[in-house]
T-cell receptor, first 116, second 116 residues
Framework: DQQVKQNSPSLSVQEGRISILNCDYT??????FLWYKKYPAEGPTFLIS?????DKNEDGRFTVFLNKSAKHLSLHIVPSQPGDSAVYFC???????????????FGKGTRLHILP | NAGVTQTPKFRILKIGQSMTLQCAQD?????MYWYRQDPGMGLKLIYY???????DKGEVPNGYNVSRSTTEDFPLRLELAAPSQTSVYFC???????????????FGSGTRLTVV
């Protein structure tokens, strides 16, 4: 069963416009959410995270929004740049359950193409 | 800083062969992880370690073994390679569980393994 779902396998956005990547989750015990970016032939790199006590976190061009009632989060990239073309993974973790040493659970990823 | 180093980058194995995927980190991180990524799928946790001498199973441990004799190294062993183990393997590390979910894991660049 998929606890973290990214329902869009790919997304194309014009350079300079806003990119919105979506993620849904099923486990109400998740209390940290993360976004990773992955280029081909490289490992994922951490982009931004948000705690469940917040509904928004911003870092430069990247903003993550969390809607706990809908169990939904989204990553906004404004403005989109060619270097943003990559696979983006949504991930979640039940940090407060300290007896469980796991683990960040990853979605399947969304491939973002920034068009010139 | 080297970060997380994985070797080899590519390998082709015949069914039934064995090999060890190497992973080393130079950040003095306590937590280390092995993930596999199958095409079109998210990352799935194979094994993890919370410190030298301590390892535990993740979501998909069958067919693999690990050891953690030092803080720096976390090798992954495949004893009898099977085609189902064809995948890209990523090693990751974090200072602690809390640090990992708030600031992300540091990933290596991966080992692409093909079993024929």
């Amino acid at each position: 069963d998929q606890q973290v779902k990214q329902n869009s396998p790919s997304l194309s956005v014009q350079e300079g416009r806003i990119s919105i990547l979506n993620c849904d989750y099923t486990n109400s015990m998740f209390d940290y959410f993360l976004w990773y970016k992955k280029y081909p032939a490289e490992g994922p790199t951490f982009l931004i995270s948000i705690s469940s006590i917040k509904d928004k976190n911003e870092d430069g061009r990247f903003t993550v929004f969390l809607n706990k009632s809908a169990k939904h989060l989204s990553l906004h990239i404004v403005p989109s740049q060619p270097g943003d073309s990559a696979v983006y993974f949504c991930a979640a973790s039940p940090l407060r359950d300290m007896n469980r040493d796991d683990k960040i659970i990853f979605g399947k990823g969304t491939r973002l193409h920034i068009l010139p | 800083n080297a970060g997380v180093t994985q070797t080899p980058k590519f390998r082709i194995l015949k069914i039934g062969q064995s090999m060890t995927l190497q992973c080393a980190q130079d950040m003095n991180h306590n937590y280390m992880y092995w993930y596999r990524q199958d095409p079109g799928m998210g990352l799935k946790l194979i094994y993890y370690s919370v410190g030298a001498g301590i390892t535990d199973k993740g979501e998909v441990p069958n067919g693999y073994n690990v050891s953690r004799s030092t803080t720096e190294d976390f090798p992954l062993r495949l004893e009898l390679a099977a085609p189902s183990q064809t995948s890209v393997y990523f090693c990751a590390s974090s200072y602690s569980k809390g640090h990992g979910v708030a600031y992300g894991y540091t990933f290596g660049s991966g080992t692409r393994l093909t079993v024929v």
